[in-house]
């Protein structure tokens, strides 16, 4: 089974801090993805990668960055974080040209 | 760009009941369409994908279809159980053969026992 890991359930951080939020994919999956979901405003794309050091940005990039160095970790980074990124984070990743996507189980992350 | 509704946002219904989830799309020129269920503050599970070349796809109780000329998908559950309790989404490429998804904002199902 595909098993897309996140390194923190639950996270709180404080204004202005910056924040990393990690994910990793044991399936040698080419295209990872992080999306933040928000009551009322459902699952947005934040950023995409779809190889090593390449990324695309996706709905809702601002305040935001990502790193992806090897193949099976994608990094989301908060450059300083405010309290309206409060939010549940979580990671995907898929095969190349295809769509199927597997989930990591969330992050939930608290600015206070 | 591709738009998703998911009509109802909420649903109720008592155990044993056979049920119907709606998933409408603007774009008919996909390749497939995925359906995920979402427990309270947990991620997204995979519970079928259908590709385009198909129009229905099964697993246990779930039977998903899709019905590219109209824009529908649907999710059937049948026999329906208390722990179908979730959170149901269904996703689709947001143009032609994107790898990246478009989400609907999901129907919150409660099975009453």
């Known amino acids: 089974d595909v098993k897309v890991t996140q390194s923190s359930r639950y996270l709180v951080k404080r204004t202005g801090e910056k924040v990393f939020l990690e994910c990793v994919q044991d399936?040698?999956?080419?295209?990872m993805f992080w999306y933040r979901q928000d009551p009322g405003l459902g699952l947005r794309l934040i950023y995409f990668?779809?190889?090593?050091?390449?990324?695309e940005k996706g709905d809702i990039p601002e305040g935001y960055s990502v790193s992806r160095e090897k193949k099976e970790r994608f990094s989301l980074i908060l450059e300083s974080a405010s309290t309206n990124q409060t939010s549940m984070y979580l990671c995907?990743?898929?095969?190349?040209?295809?769509?199927?996507?597997?989930f990591g189980q969330g992050t939930r992350l608290t600015v206070v | 760009k591709q738009e998703v509704t998911q009509i109802p946002a909420a649903l109720s219904v008592p155990e044993g009941e056979n049920l119907v989830l709606n998933c409408s799309f603007t774009?008919?020129?996909?390749?497939?369409l995925q359906w995920f269920r979402q427990d309270p503050g947990k991620g997204l599970t995979s519970l079928l994908l259908i590709q385009s070349s198909q129009r229905e796809q099964t697993s246990g109780r779930l039977n998903a279809s899709l019905d590219k000329s109209s824009g529908r998908s649907t999710l059937y559950i049948a026999a329906s159980q208390p722990g179908d309790s979730a959170t149901y989404l269904c996703?689709?490429?947001?143009?032609?053969?994107?790898?990246?998804?478009?989400f609907g904002k999901g129907t919150k199902l409660t099975v009453n026992p």
């Open positions: 399936m040698d999956h080419e295209n």
């Open positions: 995907a990743s898929s095969l190349r040209g295809q769509i199927e996507a597997f």
């Open positions: 990668s779809y190889d090593v050091k390449m990324k």
């Open positions: 774009d008919s020129a996909i390749y497939n």
């Open positions: 996703a689709l490429p947001t143009q032609g053969g994107s790898e990246k998804l478009v």
